[in-house]
Each structure stands twice: as structure tokens, then as C-alpha cells.
């Protein structure tokens, strides 16, 4: 029988739900490169401005596809430079 760690359930489930991880410091030089402040951003993305903060400060890593993808349009880039 397979043994799962809590690491693989978690990336398990981020799979099944629809999730992706974003790398932190990625985001914050492609929100860099275009000088724009969270608040902007944010309206400009159609993401909340918690997540930005959430994504910028570490809270949080992954996000559901349809952000990543929000996320990368509005920094204009690829989902994959974020990852």
C-alpha cells in the first residue's frame, strides 16, 4: 500500500481543485517591471487586492488557474514566467 504525505495529499489536491503555485519572488519582479502599485494592479487584474498582498508577502502560494492566468495577463507575461 502507498503511503501519502501530507505534501503529496496537498499537491493531490491542488491538482483535482484547480490550483497552481505562483513563486513569490517572480511575481513581485514582474510586478516590478511595470511600476504599477497593488491597488492598481489589482483593479487592472480583476484580483482582489488581499491576494495581491497575499501572493507578495507569502501567505499564500497557490492560486486557481483562472488568477494565475488573470495575473499574468495584466503583468504581461506567461502563466509559466510565474511559476
Do not use: W
Amino acid at each position: 500500500m502507498f503511503n501519502y504525505t501530507l505534501d503529496m495529499k496537498q499537491k493531490c489536491l491542488k491538482e483535482v481543485i484547480g490550483m497552481i503555485s505562483i513563486n513569490k519572488d517572480k511575481f513581485i519582479l514582474a510586478l516590478a517591471n511595470i511600476s504599477m502599485p497593488t491597488e492598481m494592479f489589482s483593479k487592472e487584474s480583476g484580483v482582489s487586492r488581499t491576494v495581491v498582498s497575499k501572493i507578495i508577502n507569502g501567505h499564500i502560494s497557490s492560486v486557481r488557474i483562472q488568477t494565475a492566468g488573470r495575473l499574468a495577463k495584466a503583468l504581461n507575461c506567461k502563466v509559466e514566467d510565474l511559476i
